[in-house]
């Protein structure tokens, strides 16, 4: 054996032992993969909810762009739901069998509840951003990425009821999520305080609105999305009926089109979740000025998405139930305050703003 090759098999023992000696020392929980990862996304990008998917689809964008600077490899899949269930799960279906996808993610109660099932038969995990607790219960490999309304409704009924509210009512167009509204409501209010309005349909709901009226309904709480909420809101002060007062979740029922088509409603507080100013200027600075409204879709789907990516690194072979492990793991956002993770969702700090008789709003503490 000459002296060249002596020092060739010199250099490649020293770097198998390295390799090896890597791979043995190598923490558990540090990241693993470097494979392709696919995510399907399943987003109102067309219709009555697009004026979220296109935002979701924007915060999306925005966090693949980052990551793919660095490592190149992963790949967002962007389906239209076109705001439809049955298209909804079409796309899941054509996501899972021909782009052969990771991981689901998606937006709004009814197409989360239409598709983890799907998700489910497949065995592949279901990241999703809605009011919704059904799929968390229905499916282990679900994880929620969104407000919980339990919380922010029991805190509601807590602060009305101290102000001498006796009746209310729970009006609602988003699937079984006004369920979870109502488990908070129900911690200071009987079901027989509780006035149930389900299943909204068309866009005159100046009926509805009267018979609240004629009930002596004294708040009224919406699980609603924009277009219905402007509608409602308009009819509201077109018949000037005075709820003494109402609440909502900002982005879907108090935005700057639902102002602009309604006007401003008093003696209404909506909630949003707290984001940090760091990642505000991150959004402005690749879109430009944003309205608040838009931004907490594009925040939550920016959010999303890196958590989703941080925990595909961590399971070799995608593994889905490592996947979804992994996303309950402790996490440092970004984009929110403060946002603990446990059981399988986490939990952005919210803020209650209080909007006045001449339109004014004030941010207000519900926890006293």
């Given at each position: 054996?000459?002296?060249?090759?002596?020092?060739?098999?010199?250099?490649?023992?020293?770097?198998?032992?390295?390799?090896?000696?890597?791979?043995?020392?190598?923490?558990?929980?540090?990241?693993?993969?470097?494979?392709?990862?696919?995510?399907?996304?399943?987003?109102?990008?067309?219709?009555?909810?697009?004026?979220?998917?296109?935002?979701?689809?924007?915060?999306?964008?925005?966090?693949?762009?980052?990551?793919?600077?660095?490592?190149?490899?992963?790949?967002?899949?962007?389906?239209?739901?076109?705001?439809?269930?049955?298209?909804?799960?079409?796309?899941?279906?054509?996501?899972?069998?021909?782009?052969?996808?990771?991981?689901?993610?998606?937006?709004?109660?009814?197409i989360a509840l239409a598709v983890s099932p799907v998700a489910k038969?497949?065995?592949?995990?279901?990241?999703?951003?809605?009011?919704?607790?059904?799929?968390?219960?229905?499916?282990?490999?679900?994880?929620?990425?969104?407000?919980?309304?339990?919380?922010?409704?029991?805190?509601?009924?807590?602060?009305?009821?101290?102000?001498?509210?006796?009746?209310?009512?729970?009006?609602?167009?988003?699937?079984?999520?006004?369920?979870?509204?109502?488990?908070?409501?129900?911690?200071?209010?009987?079901?027989?305080?509780?006035?149930?309005?389900?299943?909204?349909?068309?866009?005159?709901?100046?009926?509805?609105?009267?018979?609240?009226?004629?009930?002596?309904?004294?708040?009224?709480?919406?699980?609603?999305?924009?277009?219905?909420?402007?509608?409602?809101?308009?009819?509201?002060?077109?018949?000037?009926?005075?709820?003494?007062?109402?609440?909502?979740?900002?982005?879907?029922?108090?935005?700057?089109?639902?102002?602009?088509?309604?006007?401003?409603?008093?003696?209404?507080?909506?909630?949003?979740?707290?984001?940090?100013?760091?990642?505000?200027?991150?959004?402005?600075?690749?879109?430009?000025?944003?309205?608040?409204?838009?931004?907490?879709?594009?925040?939550?789907?920016?959010?999303?998405?890196?958590?989703?990516?941080?925990?595909?690194?961590?399971?070799?072979?995608?593994?889905?139930?490592?996947?979804?492990?992994?996303?309950?793991?402790?996490?440092?956002?970004?984009?929110?305050?403060?946002?603990?993770?446990?059981?399988?969702?986490?939990?952005?700090?919210?803020?209650?703003?209080?909007?006045?008789?001449?339109?004014?709003?004030?941010?207000?503490?519900?926890?006293?």
């Amino acid at each position: 054996m000459n002296q060249s090759t002596k020092w060739i098999i010199g250099v490649v023992v020293i770097v198998v032992v390295a390799v090896v000696g890597y791979f043995v020392s190598k923490d558990p929980g540090d990241p693993v993969s470097t494979e392709l990862i696919k995510i399907g996304a399943i987003l109102p990008l067309t219709g009555s909810g697009s004026y979220w998917g296109e935002e979701v689809q924007r915060g999306m964008q925005l966090a693949l762009d980052e990551i793919n600077k660095k490592s190149k490899n992963l790949e967002i899949i962007f389906e239209d739901t076109q705001s439809q269930v049955n298209v909804a799960v079409s796309s899941a279906q054509k996501l899972i069998n021909i782009d052969r996808v990771n991981a689901l993610y998606g937006h709004f109660s009814g197409i989360a509840l239409a598709v983890s099932p799907v998700a489910k038969n497949a065995n592949i995990p279901f990241y999703y951003s809605a009011f919704t607790g059904t799929p968390l219960i229905d499916n282990e490999l679900s994880f929620k990425g969104f407000i919980n309304f339990d919380e922010p409704c029991e805190k509601y009924a807590k602060y009305i009821k101290e102000q001498g509210i006796e009746k209310l009512a729970l009006i609602n167009e988003a699937g079984d999520a006004y369920l979870f509204c109502k488990n908070g409501l129900n911690k200071y209010y009987s079901d027989n305080n509780i006035e149930i309005v389900d299943s909204l349909t068309g866009k005159d709901f100046r009926t509805m609105l009267l018979q609240l009226k004629s009930k002596s309904i004294e708040s009224v709480v919406f699980v609603t999305y924009e277009p219905s909420s402007a509608s409602i809101f308009k009819q509201i002060n077109d018949l000037g009926i005075n709820f003494k007062s109402m609440f909502c979740e900002q982005n879907d029922c108090y935005t700057s089109r639902v102002k602009e088509q309604a006007g401003y409603v008093s003696n209404l507080i909506y909630f949003d979740p707290v984001i940090r100013p760091e990642f505000i200027e991150k959004v402005e600075k690749k879109y430009g000025p944003i309205d608040e409204a838009k931004l907490t879709p594009i925040a939550f789907a920016y959010e999303d998405t890196l958590r989703m990516y941080t925990a595909s690194l961590k399971c070799s072979k995608l593994h889905s139930s490592c996947f979804t492990l992994s996303l309950s793991e402790g996490y440092a956002s970004e984009v929110f305050e403060d946002a603990p993770t446990r059981e399988r969702t986490y939990y952005p700090e919210l803020q209650y703003v209080l909007v006045g008789d001449s339109g004014q709003e004030t941010v207000i503490n519900l926890d006293k």
